[in-house]
């Protein structure tokens, strides 16, 4: 399939100039549900899931019946939001690489992969090429704590596996990724006059210090990593802080793992605060510990002979390429749709940088990226 070069920079340049902060989505869903109408959809509807995200819109789901109605069917997904700053994106092109013209992200994540999906589809429909069932998914809030997918309801779909594009690099498919879970650590000591009566505080930051000085953190093994990423706490220089807060969290591929060093971090914490001990005699009260942690987003595991992971061999089979399946360290909505049960592979689109201003992208790998999801949709 020869794809049009001209069309795919039109489209994406356009995505990236919609502004579509996490929560403000609702210009480019209305942008695409409007193009996908167009383009025929037997069926484009949005959810009610802004009421749970606080988006001004909710996610939304564009169908086709397609022309293979003996091929089960699939669907793609890609997220409606962009990273800040991105407000009044302007997009430069130099050779064969985008850029943002300005002091913005670009938003190849994940415009570019929306952009792909249209010129895909596009190609498909002018060439009357047969295609198989399928279903796009636009989530909103992804880049926040991936809230559209947390909120989606799996029964609005027919297809029961599927792809997201959303992914560094080209010619990677990402079949695992860990389970997180956020930490909050709350210690309440006593304030005092750090400079007249400093015997009397109990310093909530000193006690944190210690636990987190024998906490393990950074890569504590090939599937586990743990950070705490803030500590807020005190209220002035000359007062001995009886209050801290810290955030922090927990990642793993292993479950067992992941539980285990959530509970290694309680118990160091509560070791530290129920350890603590006056030399002086002089304070009657003792420090308290609120420890607490929630999932951000649940294991993603793809095994080998799962459909996406069966059909996206078969088409880069087809195309003659050789793919690298791959786990990475970060969440996307595609822990979430595999946590529903609908086994979800995540497509490298070619995105560099993402996340800082200096992001960019190149045509050449977003068409190769064009060329295996034709593969996927019509093989």
């Given at each position: 399939?020869?794809?049009?070069s001209?069309?795919?920079?039109y489209?994406?340049?356009?995505?990236?100039?919609?502004?579509s902060p996490s929560?403000?989505e609702?210009?480019?869903?209305?942008?695409?549900?409007?193009?996908?109408n167009?383009l025929?959809?037997?069926?484009?509807?949005?959810?009610?899931?802004?009421?749970?995200?606080?988006?001004?819109?909710?996610?939304?789901?564009?169908?086709?019946?397609?022309?293979r109605?003996?091929?089960?069917?699939?669907?793609?997904?890609?997220?409606?939001?962009?990273?800040?700053?991105?407000?009044?994106?302007?997009?430069?092109?130099?050779n064969?690489?985008?850029?943002?013209?300005?002091?913005?992200?670009?938003?190849?994540?994940?415009?570019a992969?929306?952009?792909?999906l249209?010129?895909?589809?596009?190609a498909i429909?002018?060439e009357?090429?047969?295609?198989?069932?399928?279903?796009?998914?636009?989530?909103t809030?992804?880049?926040?704590?991936?809230?559209?997918?947390?909120?989606?309801?799996p029964?609005?779909?027919?297809?029961?596996?599927?792809?997201?594009?959303?992914?560094?690099g080209?010619?990677?498919?990402?079949i695992?990724?860990p389970?997180s879970?956020?930490?909050?650590v709350?210690?309440?000591?006593?304030a005092?006059?750090a400079?007249?009566?400093?015997?009397h505080?109990?310093?909530?930051i000193q006690?944190?210090?210690?636990?987190?000085?024998?906490?393990?953190?950074?890569?504590?093994?090939?599937?586990?990593?743990a950070?705490?990423?803030?500590?807020t706490?005190?209220?002035?220089?000359?007062?001995?802080p009886?209050?801290?807060?810290?955030?922090?969290?927990?990642?793993?591929?292993?479950?067992?793992k992941?539980?285990?060093?959530?509970?290694?971090?309680?118990?160091?914490?509560?070791d530290?605060v129920?350890?603590?001990h006056?030399?002086?005699?002089?304070?009657?009260?003792?420090?308290?510990?609120?420890f607490?942690?929630?999932e951000?987003?649940p294991?993603?595991?793809?095994?080998p002979?799962?459909l996406?992971v069966?059909r996206?061999?078969?088409?880069?089979?087809?195309?003659?390429r050789?793919?690298?399946?791959i786990?990475?360290?970060?969440?996307?909505?595609a822990?979430?749709f595999n946590?529903y049960?609908?086994p979800?592979?995540?497509?490298?689109?070619?995105?560099?940088?993402?996340h800082?201003?200096?992001?960019n992208?190149?045509?050449?790998?977003?068409?190769?990226?064009?060329e295996?999801?034709?593969?996927?949709?019509?093989?």
């Amino acid at each position: 399939m020869q794809f049009n070069s001209d069309r795919l920079t039109y489209y994406f340049t356009t995505l990236c100039e919609i502004d579509s902060p996490s929560k403000g989505e609702s210009k480019l869903s209305s942008y695409l549900q409007d193009l996908f109408n167009d383009l025929g959809a037997d069926l484009v509807f949005e959810d009610d899931s802004s009421r749970v995200t606080g988006s001004d819109c909710g996610n939304f789901v564009a169908r086709f019946a397609g022309t293979r109605r003996d091929v089960s069917p699939l669907f793609f997904n890609c997220h409606l939001d962009v990273i800040k700053p991105c407000l009044g994106v302007k997009v430069c092109k130099i050779n064969d690489i985008f850029y943002s013209a300005g002091d913005t992200v670009l938003g190849a994540d994940d415009k570019a992969g929306i952009a792909i999906l249209i010129e895909v589809l596009i190609a498909i429909i002018l060439e009357n090429i047969p295609f198989v069932p399928v279903e796009f998914v636009f989530t909103t809030c992804e880049e926040i704590g991936l809230l559209g997918a947390k909120a989606f309801d799996p029964s609005l779909l027919v297809a029961k596996y599927g792809y997201s594009l959303d992914s560094t690099g080209i010619d990677n498919v990402i079949i695992g990724a860990p389970a997180s879970y956020g930490i909050s650590v709350e210690i309440h000591g006593l304030a005092s006059h750090a400079g007249l009566r400093p015997l009397h505080g109990i310093n909530a930051i000193q006690l944190a210090a210690h636990a987190v000085s024998r906490l393990p953190l950074g890569q504590i093994d090939g599937e586990t990593t743990a950070n705490i990423g803030l500590i807020t706490g005190g209220t002035a220089t000359n007062i001995i802080p009886d209050y801290v807060c810290a955030d922090g969290e927990v990642r793993s591929h292993n479950l067992s793992k992941l539980y285990s060093t959530l509970d290694l971090f309680k118990k160091t914490f509560q070791d530290v605060v129920s350890s603590w001990h006056d030399p002086y005699d002089l304070i009657t009260s003792r420090p308290s510990l609120g420890f607490s942690f929630s999932e951000q987003y649940p294991l993603m595991k793809l095994e080998p002979d799962s459909l996406p992971v069966v059909r996206t061999r078969h088409a880069a089979s087809s195309l003659s390429r050789s793919l690298r399946f791959i786990q990475a360290g970060g969440g996307s909505d595609a822990n979430f749709f595999n946590a529903y049960g609908l086994p979800t592979a995540i497509l490298g689109i070619g995105m560099e940088n993402v996340h800082s201003v200096s992001e960019n992208i190149k045509l050449s790998d977003m068409l190769r990226t064009a060329e295996l999801v034709y593969s996927i949709l019509t093989s």
